[in-house]
């Protein structure tokens, strides 16, 4: 049996369990692979978590242990590095860990698909975690001016309070890397002055669970073009899968 997971503090929110699941199932690999989910209440129990888990291959990393993780770690991989973000490792035969990130496999294909070739010059970036690392990494690859908004003010270029309709107008992409809005708390939002966005705004919400995020539906709302987390996730997952070393 090959053993792969998910860490994280909270996970009802997460397809990874069943995705992997229905992929084993479709590829063969039911019988010698098993993906499960590991809710860890701090990141000190990871070390605990990879030397008692039995057959671990390999793992994914998500809110909010993605840069936590890091000290754990034997090694990284240079866009890990550079990133300063992990939300997957791979255990090698020796025992060694090496952290990688394919959140920016997923994040660059969608926004790819979003964009469809528009030109994007300044971005907004929402939120301030591992996720947000790998948002800002992928957007300097493209060129993409990138301002945080942040409810800390010391964290971010923005705080939410400041953003008005100036800032959105010089501001087509705007991008949830944050948890609000994602499953239980699906009536969330994050604050903004929605009433500015118009057909000109694209909004990428890098949550997935629900499909359609309140975030999303006001976007829609006001004729802008949107897009969720599913391909992000689906891509990141696959480019993991890779990194285990299982393609066939």
Not at 116 to 137: D, P, R
Not at 160 to 180: G, K, M
Request: net charge negative; proline share 4%.
């Amino acid at each position: 049996m090959r053993r792969y997971g998910l860490i994280g503090l909270k996970l009802g929110h997460s397809f990874s369990a069943r995705y992997f699941a229905e992929k084993f199932q479709r590829e063969g690999l039911a019988v010698e692979c098993s993906y499960d989910l590991y809710e860890l209440p701090k990141i000190e129990c990871v070390a605990d978590f990879m030397r008692n888990t039995d057959f671990l291959q390999g793992f994914n990393v998500t809110i909010p242990y993605k840069q936590q993780i890091i000290p754990f770690l034997d090694s990284l991989s240079r866009e890990a590095q550079d990133i300063g973000a992990v939300n997957c490792v791979k255990i090698l035969p020796d025992g060694r860990t090496v952290g990688y990130n394919t959140d920016i496999d997923g994040i660059r294909f969608s926004l790819d698909k979003l964009l469809c070739g528009q030109i994007v010059e300044a971005a907004l970036l929402l939120g301030t975690g591992g996720a947000s690392k790998a948002v800002q990494y992928v957007l300097a690859e493209r060129g993409i001016s990138c301002s945080v908004v942040s409810r800390d003010r010391s964290k971010g270029d923005f705080v939410y309070e400041d953003l008005s309709q100036e800032i959105l107008a010089s501001h087509p992409l705007i991008i949830n890397s944050s948890p609000v809005g994602m499953y239980p708390n699906v009536d969330e939002a994050p604050a903004l002055p929605y009433e500015y966005l118009t057909p000109s705004h694209y909004l990428f919400d890098l949550v997935y669970n629900p499909a359609t995020t309140e975030f999303l539906r006001r976007g829609q709302h006001h004729g802008s073009m949107v897009c969720n987390g599913q391909k992000m996730f689906v891509y990141q997952a696959e480019a993991s899968w890779r990194i285990f070393g299982n393609q066939r």
